[in-house]
């Protein structure tokens, strides 16, 4: 007790003296803006987010804060309006003045604040598994691309399932539509034919599945093995999921591997049905190592609530916040051209194990594991790989496979490397 | 003119009250004056204006012709999207053109259009123009959009709704209808119009690369200001006159003017594509200053929630349609931005990011039990004090309120 | 020997618990040379493994197979062996391998829990079908012929054949005579009886029978320049209708066939890399954004033989035209492959109709959904003239009962028992209160209660957002209402969707009974005849709405429970429907309970038939359905029943 006292006012103090020298390029406190719908559709995933930044920034201060001062979250509720994100993030960068967002989780709100960040020179940390297509010199993308989750997955699903046919599902956005794409010619490079990949979309908290499901069984009519491949988002998948049980479909006969549906979805329903379907993330809260159950048990505490799960875009606030932090102690300053240059190469620990590292690219190396629902609600890891780099520009889309992200040496994000020029300095939107 | 404005005393109140608001801003502004106003508050200052001309519209076709269109927002949406199509052709252009210019041999204009197309719709997994982005490239031709898509839509989907008779409640949900078909239809992916991430980026105007966004925000925040007014004295002259009361009358009797001998079906469906072509050129004020539009922008609550502004701010009253927009919209991002303290009741805090919505909903239920008028009004006691006039105010009367719309 | 005495002197170092007896078992001898593969197995890999299990006849390996696959094997990370285990609080109660006897206890750390994923379980599943065919336990030979189907082979016809004879159950039986019929189709020896066998399987259309005749059908495709002797054809692919040019010239570029088609951005780096002195081949640079001129620089170099030649759009046809593009089938007796072709068309006629059925029946299950969710909605607007907006909050107040129930009630069933008629109970006095405080005040001002009502509607929906959160609540099915009910495994139709239309049906009777038979249902519709003579005759109207719409509104809680039984309860659920419902009432015509149903039906039924011409895309049918609806309000603005007299307006 006195011991740890000690140490960490002899840290504290360490740390101010460290800050002295930066002590006009950071000024008290530290501003950490929190960019999460507190209302609206999204709420429901999004609310979580925020507190997960909360925590992290009291467990921040309480280790010292950061260069000597204190760290203090400005939490704004662009609440799921898309336009209002953009409004939201200006108004942090100008009015509060905070030194880093981290914030959204739909790919569209994405889209609405990448010309502000970029106008502001800005740092956003995004923190969910997205399309790729993207990169922005001002935004960390900790969430998985698809080669960090959608590729691992197929190939297990080719690999050690032998699936034949496919029937990818998904919610009518930009998300399942790129990464169905981008799986579309992965198939076809890997010899499945285009009749045998089934594509179908529905709207968001689509609940007639009937019709969906027994199209997907249809396809098993001639001896293939089937299955499914979900990119449904959020609230369709109760349904879904549903209409799947009732249907006796078994994960034997057509197993159904989702990239949207994590501990926190799971608990909307009564798993005892879908036992040995898949989930594929970066992160699963059954991981079982002394960090992950450190982190729970801090969440359990932070929350006040033992029953709340963890899932994977908590994950990637943990990492990228602690890697922020790591690139300001490294960098002595808030700066954002100065923190951006010392997060290349930033190390930190997954929660799954491995080291987590920031590419030049902007996206994070890190391992994608491939869960089994169990009747609990929770995941049975049964597949976990090396730590995978995060690739910007998909090499399975011909437009994009001559395209790489690098921020440090060519500073481009979006360089062709057939012609060897760099196409635009900002981000497409 | 002189004649209108004798008419509408309102109109000189309302000018300079707004050209006071406008210097007011600017002089606090950024870009112009002081800084004490924030560049994200002038945008959106700005945007309410457009919210504040599309309610006026609104006003017109429900409050003074009778008609509850639940779908005006679907019209003020369409103006955005022509206009963003041309902002994020022209500023991918200028892009893909800088960027093409440095390879060896000089691109073809299909490399050119190509590159832009794949561009633009790379995030939605295609990589060739729809037919829809014919006039793209051309800013002209995409401002004639802003007017002639929610035109022509409006004026067809009216002549099919009146030509039936179709009136009350009945058409307030086909309304409703047509706004929610036409965001299901944006939403897919295929539609063209890059589904739910729909057109992003407004804000950066082409070619005005180097121009701050404190100085754009200021320069639309005008813009919009000079729109309302404009939009505010057009129908101040269509309300007014021997047309206003036609038009009036339609409301409060339809089946009585049409055996007067009036065509009632013209002059509906001439109010309904008016304010449908404003409520387009509202949009297209709005989106390059909201930065994003998507489908959930045509959604019908959107068009619901103008109906509400424009009863909270009173019915048959242009300025109470302004009164209603600007209030409600402004209290709304006030409330849930966080900005409204908490009140701690002991056992229980009230958060108004979660309360809000109950408030304004069961507030919207007290204004219409027990103030008909609205907002506006209470403006109409104090005018009513300082100079009784003779005359009966525009709004709906009692009897409009209790028989007729019920004739469905 | 000396591996197993150095494995009895590890265990005995790590942990004494393990009696001796376990280390000399040969099962463990066999895990432990493929310890690796035990411990992480894989699809492809598994097989030398399960083989040398099998080949050892060992007692316990169906045992192990089992348990292997249903995750209880466990790695002794202390001694290397592997358990049987269960747990037992921290620690975890070890058994041998072999004898599945108790050895002792070990902490949770010191054990690796092995998961084989789902492919290798398959490949385990089938491994063990031979033991479990004539198995004790019913629900274990289910398994085994599931396993069978799921995955079968040619070894599997012999222990399925002398199976049949012992089986007790008569449906397993005739199911492991189909199975049979299908291996013998198949793997059997001989054309007759393979043709027998197929000739038997026509009468079926289910899918492990339509599977078994196309893998017997599978096919590969080919190419030649001319058509080969002696192989078993298939069909020849005609250019156009089965088989674009494109792919066709693609088939023959991958084969080797023909040179591949040099593409506009292979001309333009070829093009590059001849830059000479800012011309290529003598045509300036800066004229090249013109394609006519880049051909012609191209066609230059080209005949310098510094690239390779455009190939022309003609070239390519004549190459395709040249070749015969055709299937071949993988077996290569035609006989067989003739008569698996004829039981299959059979059958896939059959399996066709079932189709129209079964969509059909997807159909009428959403339109007794819309009905059950629009039905109030139209009583209260025929009666009262009025449209509730909030009537779909309703839907999601009674849906939210049912959660409510269910966390006090556990047992599903009872739960459900309880909870529907709460749902009408609550969302009976919300609808009363509704109309008494709020609506009653709005009569004659239609408009008014629209949007008065959708006030409503926004606080309640965010009330329900503050008292159970934005996420999804569990609303389960009691098991009987779990599964589905299977014809020809093509018509599928949920038991829980059955349901939900006898619920509809009910509610359409006692909606008649009420309306046509009962004192309240008389004044009802004397009120929506014309409510100003109603009033006159001593009917009080107050009285008269308050009911309606308590019953209107009531029935909306009843639906909310069905709907959250098949899918998501959120509070915005109700948005979801209300929309629809109004379509509902408008098409089918206001205040009367056939125009609702016909409505009902229609609009389902369009749906559904839209989505049946779209599959790939579900969001479009929705717009196209909105459209015909406001399209139909132009030929019948009235609906499809329109009410007749007063009530009917203008």
Not at chain 1, 114 to 129: A, R
Not at chain 2, 312 to 317: D, H, K, T, V
Not at chain 3, 266 to 272: D, G, M, R, S, W
Not at chain 3, 506 to 524: D, M, P, Q
Request: hydrophobic share 50%.
């Amino acid at each position: 007790m006195t011991f740890s006292r000690l140490t960490a006012a002899s840290a504290a103090a360490l740390f101010a003296s460290a800050g002295l020298l930066s002590a006009q390029d950071a000024s008290c406190p530290i501003k950490v803006g929190v960019l999460h719908s507190l209302s609206g559709t999204m709420a429901i995933s999004e609310t979580t987010l925020k507190d997960t930044m909360l925590m992290l920034v009291e467990q921040q201060n309480e280790a010292g804060g950061l260069l000597g001062c204190e760290i203090e979250a400005v939490v704004v509720d662009p609440a799921s309006d898309w336009p209002l994100f953009a409004e939201k993030a200006r108004e942090l960068l100008t009015v509060h003045e905070v030194d880093v967002i981290f914030g959204n989780w739909t790919s569209v709100s994405r889209k609405s604040v990448l010309p502000v960040i970029e106008e502001l020179n800005g740092l956003l940390f995004y923190p969910v598994q997205y399309e790729g297509e993207e990169s922005s010199k001002n935004v960390f993308y900790t969430g998985a691309a698809p080669n960090q989750q959608a590729i691992p997955a197929v190939d297990y699903f080719l690999e050690e399932l032998g699936i034949e046919k496919f029937a990818l599902l998904g919610t009518d956005y930009v998300y399942p539509r790129t990464t169905n794409n981008i799986l579309e010619q992965y198939l076809k490079d890997n010899g499945i034919a285009e009749d045998d990949i089934f594509v179908n979309y529905t709207p968001f908290g689509h609940s007639d599945w009937s019709t969906i499901v027994s199209d997907v069984q249809a396809l098993a009519a001639d001896g293939s093995l089937v299955g499914v491949i979900s990119t449904i988002n959020g609230d369709a998948n109760v349904g879904f999921y549903k209409e799947l049980a009732s249907s006796g479909i078994d994960a034997a006969d057509i197993p159904v591997v989702a990239f949207s549906v994590g501990e926190e979805e799971l608990s909307g329903f009564d798993t005892s049905n879908l036992v040995g379907h898949l989930a594929a993330w970066n992160y699963f809260m059954s991981a079982d190592t002394p960090a992950n159950a450190e982190f729970i048990a801090a969440w359990h505490e932070f929350i006040g609530d033992d029953s709340r799960v963890t899932n994977d875009p908590m994950e990637a606030h943990y990492i990228g916040f602690n890697m922020w932090v790591n690139a300001v102690e490294a960098a002595g300053t808030t700066d954002v051209d100065a923190v951006r240059d010392a997060m290349y190469g930033q190390e930190f620990p997954n929660l799954t194990g491995g080291t987590a590292v920031m590419n030049v690219n902007h996206h994070l190396s890190k391992p994608v594991l491939i869960g089994e629902i169990r009747a609990d609600g929770q995941f049975d890891i049964i597949s976990q790989t090396e730590e995978v780099p995060g690739d910007a520009w998909t090499d399975f889309l011909p437009d994009s496979a001559v395209l790489t992200s690098d921020w440090k040496d060519l500073g481009c994000g979006m360089y062709n490397t057939e012609t060897e020029t760099c196409v635009q300095i900002k981000s497409n939107y | 003119m002189r004649a209108l404005v004798r008419s509408n005393p309102s109109i000189l109140w309302f000018l300079g009250l707004l050209a006071a608001f406008c210097l007011g801003v600017t002089f606090l502004a950024e870009a112009t004056g002081t800084g004490a106003i924030s560049t994200s508050f002038v945008k959106t200052l700005g945007k309410t204006l457009c919210l504040c001309l599309v309610a006026i519209a609104m006003d017109v076709v429900w409050g003074y012709c009778g008609i509850l269109s639940l779908g005006h927002m679907a019209f003020f949406g369409l103006g955005g999207y022509a206009i963003g199509m041309w902002l994020m052709y022209a500023r991918t252009e200028i892009i893909v053109s800088a960027s093409l210019a440095s390879a060896a041999i000089p691109p073809t204009p299909q490399e050119v259009e190509d590159a832009i197309a794949s561009q633009i719709f790379g995030v939605v997994g295609a990589s060739e123009f729809p037919w829809l982005w014919a006039f793209a490239d051309s800013l002209v031709l995409q401002l004639a959009m802003v007017v002639l898509v929610p035109g022509l839509l409006a004026l067809v989907f009216g002549w099919l709704a009146f030509r039936s008779r179709v009136t009350g409640v009945y058409l307030s949900i086909l309304t409703q209808a047509m706004t929610l078909a036409l965001s299901l239809y944006l939403f897919q992916n295929a539609s063209g119009l890059r589904g739910n991430n729909g057109l992003s980026g407004l804000q950066n105007i082409p070619g005005l690369g180097g121009v701050p966004q404190s100085v754009v925000s200021i320069a639309f925040f005008w813009v919009s200001a000079v729109a309302l007014a404009l939009g505010y004295l057009l129908f101040a002259w269509v309300v007014s006159g021997k047309m206003g009361s036609v038009v009036r009358g339609i409301r409060d009797n339809e089946a009585r003017v049409r055996f007067l001998g009036y065509h009632v079906e013209g002059f509906k469906l001439f109010v309904f594509t008016l304010t449908a072509i404003v409520a387009g050129l509202a949009g297209a004020l709005y989106y390059p200053q909201a930065g994003i539009i998507n489908p959930a922008e045509i959604a019908p609550i959107a068009s619901i929630y103008l109906a509400v502004w424009v009863a909270i701010g009173g019915r048959g009253r242009l300025y109470g349609a302004v009164i209603g927009a600007a209030s409600v919209s402004l209290l709304s991002s006030w409330f849930t931005g966080g900005g409204a303290p908490d009140i701690d009741l002991g056992f229980y805090e009230i958060q108004w990011t979660d309360w809000w919505l109950v408030l304004l909903g069961l507030s919207f239920v007290a204004v219409t039990l027990y103030a008909p008028k609205g907002i506006g009004g209470l403006i109409d006691l104090v005018a009513e004090r300082r100079a009784p006039s003779r005359s009966r105010d525009l709004g709906p009367d009692a009897s409009a309120l209790r028989k007729t719309e019920a004739a469905e | 020997m000396l591996r197993a005495l150095v494995l009895f002197l590890t265990a005995l170092l790590a942990c004494a618990a393990p009696p001796a007896v376990a280390q000399d078992s040969q099962l463990q001898a066999i895990l432990q040379t493929h310890a690796d593969e035990v411990a992480d197995p894989g699809r492809r890999s598994v097989g030398p493994l399960i083989d040398d299990l099998a080949a050892s006849g060992l007692p316990g390996i169906a045992r192990f197979l089992d348990r292997w696959s249903n995750k209880q094997v466990f790695l002794n990370a202390g001694d290397g062996l592997f358990y049987y285990g269960a747990r037992d609080g921290e620690t975890f109660a070890l058994r041998d391998i072999a004898s599945d006897e108790p050895v002792g206890t070990a902490p949770a750390s010191a054990l690796e829990e092995i998961r084989p994923n789902g492919g290798v379980r398959r490949v385990i599943g089938s491994a063990l079908v031979q033991f479990q065919l004539s198995d004790p336990d019913r629900a274990t030979r289910v398994d085994a012929l599931d396993a069978l189907a799921r995955r079968p082979a040619a070894d599997q016809l012999e222990p399925l054949r002398a199976s049949i004879e012992g089986e007790p159950d008569p449906a397993l039986k005739a199911r492991k005579e189909r199975l049979a019929g299908l291996l013998t189709a198949r793997f059997g020896e001989g054309t007759e009886t393979r043709v027998a066998a197929i000739e038997d399987l026509a009468d079926a259309t289910d899918i492990e029978t339509r599977a078994g005749l196309n893998r017997i059908l599978a096919s590969r495709s080919e190419v030649a320049e001319t058509l080969p002797e002696g192989v078993n054809l298939a069909r020849v692919l005609e250019i156009g209708p089965d088989l674009s040019e494109a792919d066709a010239y693609s088939r023959l570029v991958d084969d080797g066939l023909a040179p591949a088609p040099v593409t506009n951005a292979e001309v333009k780096t070829a093009l590059t890399a001849n830059i000479q002195n800012g011309a290529v081949a003598g045509i300036p640079v800066e004229q090249l954004s013109d394609p006519d001129r880049r051909t012609e620089a191209y066609a230059a170099l080209a005949a310098s033989g510094a690239v390779p030649p455009l190939v022309t759009p003609e070239a390519q046809a004549e190459a395709v035209a040249s070749h015969v593009f055709y299937e071949v089938y993988e077996d290569p007796d035609p006989v067989v492959t003739e008569a698996a072709r004829s039981a299959l068309d059979t059958i896939e006629a059959r399996v066709a109709r079932f189709q129209v059925l079964d969509i059909g029946l997807d159909a009428v299950s959403l339109a007794s959904i819309y009905f059950l969710a629009a039905i109030g909605l139209a009583i209260t607007f025929g009666v009262m003239g009025v449209i509730n907006m909030a009537h779909g909050e309703f839907i999601m107040m009674g849906a939210y009962t049912g959660y409510v129930v269910q966390q006090i009630v556990p047992n599903y069933t009872a739960s459900l028992v309880v909870a529907l008629p709460l749902a009408f109970a609550v969302t009976f006095a919300a609808g009363v209160a509704l109309e008494r405080l709020v609506i009653r005040h709005l009569y004659h001002r239609p408009l008014e209660t629209l949007l008065a009502t959708f006030g409503i509607s926004i606080a309640l929906q965010q009330l329900a957002k503050n008292i159970f959160g934005t996420q999804a609540r569990p609303l389960t099915a009691p098991d009987w209402l779990g599964g589905a009910w299977v014809m020809g495994d093509v018509v599928a139709i949920a038991n829980i969707r059955i349901a939900i239309f006898v619920l509809a049906l009910i509610f359409l009777c006692v909606l008649l009974y009420i309306l046509k038979r009962t004192r309240l249902g008389l004044e009802v519709r004397a009120a929506t005849q014309n409510p100003g003579m109603a009033g006159s005759m001593g009917i009080d109207p107050g009285r008269i709405n308050m009911l309606t719409f308590g019953l209107g509104s009531g029935i909306a809680g009843i639906a909310g429970v069905a709907i959250g039984l098949y899918a998501q309860v959120t509070s915005e659920m109700g948005s979801a429907y209300i929309v629809q419902s109004f379509m509902t009432v408008v098409v089918g015509g206001v205040g009367n309970v056939w125009g609702t149903l016909a409505g009902a039906t229609l609009i389902g039924g369009l749906q559904k038939g839209i989505e049946w011409f779209n599959p790939s895309n579900t969001l479009a049918a929705q717009t196209y359905m909105i459209l015909f609806i406001i399209l139909f309000i132009q030929v019948r603005p009235k609906g499809i029943v329109a009410l007749k007299g007063r009530a009917a307006g203008d």
